[in-house]
């Protein structure tokens, strides 16, 4: 069933999928167009394992690294409390009293601004070129799709304040006609789930209607969830360059119907879609 165009890297995982019907998009974040957070995945995986390291259970640390790789990987997508309040349950889990989600965060967050406080700053001060902080071709297909009139929404598991910054920083804010929708402290009173319901409930849409780009499992299972049309982008963040086989395979999982390394092919890849 895969059909891979060599020339393009672009994976069409799933021939059946309906062209020519999309009329909104949405787009994950970080991994998928922004690269300011690159390393998070790192930083909350050895946060997460000293915490449950020292709660002394004589786990080894390869064994903890396994655990925590593979919860942090299924809620990729989901507000980031999520990853907090299952790494509170481990805690618990171990016997032990665990601190509060929020309080886990908040220390994951302090951690990764050490890492990405640098970029922030330099984008902020105008000596880092935010091209540099984005996939490759991420401008261009937001204005390719901007320009074919589709209402593009932007959806981030970070928390609001940083999302809406960063992309400003980044000078993607303006394209997001739909709106740009974060992680709140409210944390119930957002997902992803819930904005397609309300993207489809708003302007009387269905399935095919909606095309949703992201590089975690949650965005491609809440888009397929509908009947929308996934779009995996299976990013090298380090490299960006080629595709990261484990995103990839997490992708296909969730049942993305294309899986791409990132937008350099978004012409061809927009003509496919959005062209019946
Ligand atoms: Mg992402």
Known sequence: ??????????????????????????FDFD?????????WQQV???YFVDVLESLGTGESRTS???????????LTGKQTIYQTIRLAEEVEKRGHTALEPLAYKHEYNSRLWEIIRSRVEGLEAGTEDPENWLLPGSRAILENLKNRGIRLYLASGTD????????RL?????????????????????????????????????????VGFGDGYVEIENTKEVGGIAVG????????????????????????????????????????????
């Open 64 to 74: 903890l690294s396994r655990l925590v790789s593979e919860f942090v990987a299924h």
């Open 170 to 210: 980044l000078q993607i804010d303006h394209y997001f006609d739909g709106g740009i929708f974060a992680a709140l402290d409210q944390y119930k009173k957002f997902s992803k789930a819930m904005l397609i319901r309300q993207i489809f409930a708003d302007y009387n849409l269905s399935g095919s209607q909606l």
């Open 44 to 46: 909350m995986l050895s």
């Open 233 to 276: 982008v299976a990013s090298n963040e380090q490299t960006c360059l080629g595709t990261d086989e484990w995103k990839r395979s997490r992708l296909l999982k969730a049942g993305a119907d294309i899986i791409i390394p990132e937008f350099r092919a978004q012409a061809e890849l927009l003509n496919y879609l959005l062209i019946n």
């Open 160 to 167: 609001y304040e940083f999302v809406l910054k960063e992309a």
């Open 31 to 39: 991994g998928t167009l922004s690269l300011i957070r690159r390393g």
């Open 1 to 26: 069933m895969t059909e891979q165009n060599r020339s393009s890297s672009i994976e069409i995982v799933n021939t059946e999928i309906p062209r020519g019907t999309a009329q909104v998009a949405l």
